[in-house]
């Protein structure tokens, strides 16, 4: 591979999403943008972790004052019947004795282990964001309102929880959204944990308090967006505008935190016939698309852009995992949510995925010679006045969402080749869990790409000297010797078969694994899933599992006895992995996908239907 332009670039980015997947969890990217802000970004750097000590701040003043850059013309929800587009699930046909006895003891497990986390936080972290799951302590890592709750709400609808979901509705009723004494919000986070909770359990149960909160939220994430251009703070100084300061958008912000908006801001307009947060995304979707052809891999964006110049294609960097990721997920899913009435959202799906398919996907060399793919990050460059892209061939948990979002957006635009594809990424995923000593994938490894997409024979000795040149040790003259090396690291390294290097060993509990086994699932029908969502469950649960409730782990390269512990249990633990799970194990009719589409936090909204 020629070597590219403007190597200090590469390792920056390369540097910063080291750092990403060691310090960070579940899209807390907060390190990676700091390392791309310049001075001109917040000055409350910290991430949702931090703990400032600061008073109660409350911006109840700056929300009824009107706002400092008003919209001048404001856009207006499409109008007109939605249009009846393709049938996304599959039709399931008649269910044996032993089948449903079988599926509903894997459901009843499911439900167990929810109960057993719900009941350890409703007892000792109550209205706290998270239960620490190894001493019972609690934490606020998310504006200390009660994250956990409001990300649980509509997986107590879904498992027929009805006296503890209306408990929760009734203590999240007097969450207070415009105080907190976090110094930083996370606008991102906020909008798919909190605004998502509220909305999906509002579509499910029709509590017109959820409603309520969901529109509290929504009005306080309108601030964030008071800014000259009406790009919104993604990393949002709760304090500055509790005093009424002026705001600008940031000119370094992650893909995903910006153009994630699209889901939650468009179902609350639906719903409360108010257009303000429908215009607020489309003024983001719409700059999106405009540039979508114009950056240095036309059809996508870098995972950093500027949106206070609302640049969205100038750095060199490509994925569909991590710090991009949900801005994908969200294109077809809006298609979906109104019903093809906004037709821009299904064309930039499908620019963007002629894209990613040449570019960033690719068959990894494997012992089975199993015909799997993965999603690698594209770096992009110059020589000699010609584009040079360069492939970093890696696996990322994060980016198991992809063979689920490539399968459901083949379906809604009709392309077979999307959905074929979208098997094979969810099948890489179910091969890196399968193929671990644990049973659980890791966060991120690296992987030996093939050299043809057809036929990719397993060379051991070529699987080996790549563990070398990984390790940065380097090759020699001596294949013997280095086959040696290879053997060192691999043993030292825990390395299985296939696996070039583990740079993050951590396993926290994320769902974007069996996201995509159950998509696949409810749109193919194919009669493997079930086991192999069953053997995932199966070791999580017994790995991850405490006296209170489940745990992150630390390595899941470890062989006998349990891993080491994080110490840490994300609302998505219950909002979305068990929620996911629990669904492979239902009627086919729960939570339909031709009726609803799920945000990236896994809360289902109603689908604008004819």
Same mark, same amino acid.
């Given at each position: ?20 997947? #060691? ?8 390190? @990676?943008?700091? +390392?791309? &802000?310049?001075?001109?970004? %917040?000055? *409350? ?115 027929? #929880? ?8 009734? @203590?999240?009723? +007097?969450? &207070?959204?415009?105080?907190? %004494?976090? *110094? ?137 995992? *991590? ?288």
């Amino acid at each position: 591979m020629p070597p590219l332009a403007r190597r200090w670039g590469a390792a920056l980015l390369i540097a910063c999403v080291t750092c990403f997947m #060691l310090f960070t969890s579940h899209r807390n990217l907060e390190l @990676a943008r700091l +390392n791309f &802000s310049s001075s001109s970004s %917040s000055s *409350a750097d910290a991430g949702p972790d931090s703990d400032w000590g600061s008073p109660p701040v409350s911006i109840r003043e700056r929300l009824q004052k009107p706002p400092q850059y008003p919209v001048t013309k404001m856009r207006q929800l499409p109008t007109g019947p939605p249009s009846r587009l393709p049938t996304v699930q599959t039709t399931f046909g008649p269910e044996s004795d032993n089948d449903r006895k079988v599926r509903l003891e894997r459901q009843a497990a499911v439900k167990e282990a929810f109960l057993r986390c719900w009941s350890s936080y409703r007892t000792k972290a109550w209205m706290s964001d998270e239960l620490e799951p190894v001493n019972g302590g609690r934490k606020d890592t998310f504006g200390g309102w009660g994250a956990t709750l409001v990300d649980s709400l509509d997986t107590l609808w879904i498992m027929g #929880l009805k006296d503890q979901f209306y408990e929760a509705v009734a @203590a999240a009723a +007097n969450i &207070s959204f415009e105080t907190t %004494s976090r *110094a930083e919000i996370n606008v991102f986070e906020t909008n798919i944990r909190y605004l998502g909770g509220f909305l999906a359990a509002y579509d499910l149960s029709g509590d017109k308090r959820l409603l309520q909160k969901a529109k509290e939220v929504g009005e306080v994430l309108y601030l964030a967006f008071d800014t000259p251009n009406r790009m919104p703070q993604t990393r949002w100084n709760f304090h500055d505008a509790s005093r009424g300061e002026r705001q600008v958008a940031h000119d370094a912000v992650l893909l995903a935190e910006i153009g994630s908006f699209s889901l939650e801001f468009i179902r609350l307009s639906m719903l409360t016939d108010d257009p303000k947060w429908f215009d607020a995304v489309q003024n983001i979707m719409e700059a999106l698309q405009k540039q979508q052809q114009k950056t240095r891999l036309p059809g996508m964006w870098p995972v950093v852009v500027d949106a206070r110049r609302m640049d969205f294609g100038r750095h060199n960097h490509y994925t569909l995992g *991590a710090m991009a990721d949900s801005l994908y997920e969200y294109l077809p899913k809006t298609h979906a949510l109104v019903g093809g009435l906004l037709p821009m959202y299904a064309d930039m799906y499908n620019a963007a995925m002629d894209t990613a398919i040449r570019y960033n996907l690719f068959r990894p060399m494997v012992p089975d010679q199993k015909d799997i793919l993965m999603a690698g990050m594209v770096l992009v460059g110059s020589e000699n006045g010609k584009r040079v892209t360069q492939l970093r061939p890696e696996g990322q948990h994060l980016a198991c969402f992809t063979g689920g979002m490539l399968a459901l957006g083949g379906k809604l635009v009709q392309n077979d080749t999307h959905i074929h594809k979208g098997e094979q990424l969810m099948d890489g995923c179910v091969w890196a869990y399968k193929s671990m000593p644990l049973g659980i994938m890791p966060e991120v490894f690296h992987v030996l790409p093939c050299d043809s997409i057809d036929h990719c024979p397993w060379d051991e000795e070529k699987w080996k000297l790549a563990v070398v040149e990984e390790a940065g040790w380097g090759l020699s003259e001596n294949k013997e010797n280095d086959l040696h090396k290879a053997n060192r690291i691999i043993n030292h390294k825990r390395l299985p078969q296939g696996f070039v290097s583990i740079p993050d060993a951590r396993y926290i509990l994320r769902p974007e694994a069996i996201e995509s086994v159950f998509l696949l699932y409810r749109m193919t029908g194919r009669r493997d899933l079930p086991d192999s969502a069953w053997a995932m469950f199966q070791a999580i649960d017994s790995n991850t599992r405490t006296e209170l409730a489940n745990s992150a782990l630390l390595d899941v390269t470890v062989k006998g006895g349990k891993p080491p512990m994080i110490h840490s249990m994300e609302s998505f633990w219950l909002g979305e992995t068990l929620k996911y799970f629990y669904l492979m194990f239902s009627e086919p009719d729960v939570i339909n996908l031709d009726e609803f589409v799920f945000n990236t936090e896994a809360h289902p909204f109603k689908r604008l239907i004819p």
